[in-house]
């Protein structure tokens, strides 16, 4: 079974600050791929930054970036220099069916950004 | 940019009656999701189509769910006789054809708020 879990049910953060929100997975895949979504307040989710589990490399988009550690399944999104835009509900996601391409998702980190 | 839509944006209905919500995937798109999430739970999987086809269904979808696509743009999802416990946000996704390489990104729309009372 494949699972997601996200321990910070809610953050805050003070704008200009770095903040870190936590994923952890459980999977008996080798190749897959994980996700972080953002869903600001009444809008949809939008992706922020993605990570294929093949790539040693840590996913950066400018001030969002990820610490993925694939021997502890983990997968921690940074976001530096925090803005009022930030203030969202976040989602970490993972998927790795070929075909169908469920999406497993976290239960959300609700991130505020304080002026 | 494009972007997935959802209509209606909230619906109220009586327990034991059908409904119907809709969902306009990105244009070039030819893979659909269905996800609900109950409010302070995650985000769930339900159904997944491909070629007019059902690719993948979890066990929430069962016979009292059904999905459309009834022209070249709407993707549906129709619920027979809804019960209290379906009240949740259901969220429309969809994606483009996957190819070796090809980041597995899905779109999602806003959502459609379905109340059963």
């Known amino acids: 079974a494949q699972t997601v879990t996200q321990s910070q049910p809610e953050m805050s953060v003070q704008e200009a600050e770095t903040v870190t929100l936590s994923c952890t997975y459980d999977?008996?895949?080798?190749?897959?791929?994980l996700f972080w979504y953002k869903q600001p307040p009444s809008r949809q989710m939008i992706l922020v930054i993605r990570?294929?589990?093949?790539?040693?490399q840590n996913a950066t988009e400018n001030r969002f970036s990820v610490n993925f550690q694939k021997a502890a399944k983990s997968f921690s999104l940074k976001i530096s220099d925090s803005q009022l835009g930030d203030t969202a509900m976040y989602f970490c996601?993972?998927?790795?069916?070929?075909?169908?391409?469920?999406?497993?998702f976290g239960t959300g980190t609700s991130l505020t950004v304080i002026p | 940019e494009p972007e997935v839509t959802q209509t209606p944006s909230h619906q109220v209905t009586q327990m034991g009656q059908e409904v119907i919500l809709r969902c306009v995937p990105i244009?070039?798109?030819?893979?659909f999701y269905w996800y609900r999430q109950i409010l302070g739970q995650k985000v769930e999987f339900l159904v997944s189509?491909?070629?007019?086809?059902?690719?993948?269904k979890s066990e929430i979808f069962d016979d009292q769910f059904s999905v459309e696509r009834p022209d070249g743009s709407n993707f549906t999802l129709k619920i027979r006789s809804t019960k209290l416990e379906d009240s949740a946000m259901y969220f429309c996704?969809?994606?483009?054809?996957?190819?070796?390489?090809?980041?597995?990104?899905?779109?999602f729309g806003p959502g459609t708020r379905l109340t059963v009372t």
């Open positions: 990570q294929e589990a093949y790539k040693q």
């Open positions: 996601a993972f998927t790795y069916k070929i075909t169908g391409n469920q999406f497993y």
């Open positions: 244009s070039n798109h030819l893979y």
């Open positions: 999977t008996s895949e080798s190749n897959y791929y």
């Open positions: 189509f491909y070629n007019n086809e059902i690719s993948e």
């Open positions: 996704a969809s994606s483009e054809v996957r190819r070796p390489g090809q980041s597995y990104e899905q779109y």
